[in-house]
């Protein structure tokens, strides 16, 4: 092999490595938002304080999928700027694409809930979470 052929080799290597660590941390902040939303769930689940409290957990959790599926696409970068060939890169732009959509809507929807919660909590009632809540808002746009 030749010196380039080396440092091809090489630095394949070094961002295969890179993109290892970039997956890892976003599985573990995706498992360790899991996690907490889990316990907390347990925490909330026999109280009788209506959805109130649900709410707060499936916002956490979206947050922490917000920020695991962004360290996963930059992983997905990553793979793809040491050797780029148009099947890698169609592959990258159909992760993408579908990574910015789960992204959004979950951003979406982390935002509609968080307004969910400061309305009814101005209004001193335990807010709504789910369908009920759909109806809700079809209601008010009627």
Known sequence: MTID??????????VDFMVHVVEAAGAAIIFAGAVSAFAQFVRVAFRREGMAPFAQVRLDL??????????????DILRTAVAPNFTSLAQLAAIAAIRTALNFFLGREIKEERKLVRADQAAGSAPTVGPASDLRESD???
């Open 5 to 14: 052929a080396n440092l091809g080799h090489d630095l394949a290597d070094v």
């Open 62 to 75: 979206g947050r922490f999928l917000v920020l695991g599926l962004e360290f996963q696409l930059a992983a």
């Open 140 to 142: 008010e746009q009627a």
